[in-house]
């Protein structure tokens, strides 16, 4: 049973920085895409970053690019994604995904298998 649990969300301030966490388990980070997605309420959940299992490719989106970095450790069953520079725009709450081997378009929610419960990301002005 694969099972992601998301932490290190919190309040902020803009320009602040936070690193989120995603434990991973019943997965192999190797051989398995990850991702992670961010959701306002009232609005559809939004693809922020992905990475492969080999880590070659990384993609992210264009409103999060150069601030935000998506890395994971496969020994550790971990995915990150640091956060700097944060600004008010960046509130919301984030999503790990986890998807198959081969991802045609990672920035669509469909192709994404499994999900974590999400953690919150409050930032002030």
């Known amino acids: 049973q694969v099972r992601l649990v998301e932490s290190g969300g919190g309040l902020g301030q803009a320009g602040d920085s936070l690193r989120l966490s995603c434990a991973t388990s019943g997965i192999d980070l190797g051989t398995n895409y990850m991702a992670w997605f961010r959701q306002v309420p009232g609005k559809e959940r939004e693809f922020v970053a992905a990475?492969?299992?080999?880590?070659?490719?990384?993609d992210y989106a264009a409103s999060v690019k150069d601030r935000f970095t998506i890395s994971k450790n496969n020994g550790k069953n971990t995915v990150t994604l640091q956060m700097n520079a944060l600004k008010p725009e960046d509130t919301a709450a984030y999503y790990c995904?986890?998807?198959?081997?081969?991802?045609?378009?990672?920035?669509?929610?469909?192709?994404?298998?499994?999900w974590g419960q999400g953690t919150q990301v409050t930032v002030s002005s």
């Open positions: 995904a986890a998807g198959s081997n081969r991802i045609i378009n990672p920035r669509v929610t469909s192709v994404w298998l499994h």
């Open positions: 990475i492969s299992p080999s880590d070659v490719y990384i």
